[in-house]
């Protein structure tokens, strides 16, 4: 069975151009889209990476 | 992060730059991710030692390979730790609850489930339009993000929390997470907007909600179900537009919501859907089922899947896939609320016919506030004491409402105690500043009831005997907040 974080993964896919979160401000949305943040998740994994952050578990 | 295998801890950068210092020197964390520079600066004066920190721009806009890992979410066993979060003590310093991926595995098949129970009940149609107001480092909180993230879900985020009312009625949610205070607030608000209206409909309103009594009742004439019909269209639609147009239910939890405000909800023809949790329980035991109606004052059924039961004492105790694996090093405290796999979760409760539970009292002395602030009366009545040497005892009460008070015995003069109060409340975050107190003579002996034969404070027996008093501080409070604001 997928963990939670696979389940996730495989929404945010789904979601694909669908706007999954957004910011109010003030009479605005800031959004993005499913694609969009898996893509800054990446950025961010990315940058852990380089930074040597990485997993105690493995 | 999580999916890279690194352990989050959420912090609130509302919360004193002292106390995020004290949960990070505990923790230790390699890198502090934060939303802008402020709060980043405050904890740098509060520990030199801190580690780095990164804005989120920084992080998305520095040019580095993505190729060395993957991409997608990675294969994970259930005890590997993925959050630690920190939670008040009853000595006030703030433990480190961790949380697994079997912990996460668990809870959040249990509240897309519940969800998606919810949108079904009540028409269907997705996806699910949710506004969220609360900081992350809520185990709630973070709960709902993540399945949120996980369900057919447009999540929206207030940023400005001096404008929630137009960011409610913006964002249109089919349903949101609370705190009671919010909901009491909303329901204050609408009853002194009434109590201001023109005679005919002050008239309808007192009419239609002793009408809603007795429909509840079973015992609704044709006349009432008029008054109720007439105050749909007239008063309860309005105040149900304010949260946009199609809100399906209110989910309440983090400390005990009057049944008052519940039943005025209800009236409005919107459900609360209460929870009842700790962050040892990954945030949640049981759950009001959107299916049937809410009981007010009952916190809903156990969630499937785990244990919950009346210990001694009547104190909860639960096991299952929910219960945390321990404190993040302090392996003495896991070891006295995790005895042979139940949690001990110094709450006392009552389970009904219909196996729903009530919440009555605390076993530990922690005050949670109606906000779901967790506060320990101990080293702030010390504090006072220390500064009120003629005071014989300091007693701060306000478990379920909106901020603390406080009882003082001896011979001290108001005028002494508020200058003591004051020079306390300077040092602490606004939910913990004390808003009143009431002088109450020399009470506090042994013979009285009030204090154990070691002299340990008995606070029940404190909160039933000054009962009135209590009561008056509370309403003195609401009056000078009443007259502050007809002066605004």
Redesign the interface.
Known sequence: MANFLESLFAQLNRADDRVVLREIRGEQFLSVAGSELLEQVGKVRAFLRHSGIRSIWQ | ???????VVPLYARQAADELAGMMKDCRP??LFVGDAAPGEALAQAWHDAPPR?T?DQ??N?N???A??P???????DS?IVTIIYTSGTSGEPKGVCLN?GN??YM?GRTTERLGQLMTATGGGG?DRVFHYLPFNFAASWLLL?S?????????????LNRLAD?IR??SPNYFLNVPTLLERVRRGVEEALSKRAAPIQLLDGKSRAAWQRQKAASASATDRLWLWLAKKLIFSKIKARFGHDLRALICGSAPLAPETQQFFQMLGIPVLQAYGLTETTGICTMDDPREPAEPGYVGSAIPGMEMNVGENEEIVTRGPHIFPGYWNRPEETARVLQDGWFHTGDQGERNARGKWRISGRIKNLIVLNSGHKVAPEPMEEKIAGLLPAAQQVVIVGNGRSCLCALIAGGVEPVEVQAAIDEVNRELPHYRQIRNFKLIGNAFTPESGLLTLNGKLRRDAVSARFASEIYAMYEEKKEREAVSRQHA
């Open positions: 992060m999580m999916a890279e295998g690194v352990i390699r890198l990164v989120l992080a998305l520095e580095v390979s993505k060395a890992g991409g997608g979410a990675v294969a994970r066993a590997e991926v996460l595995n959040l996806p993540l949120c993230l996980t369900r057919e879900t447009t999540l929206t985020l207030s940023t400005d960011e913006l964002s």
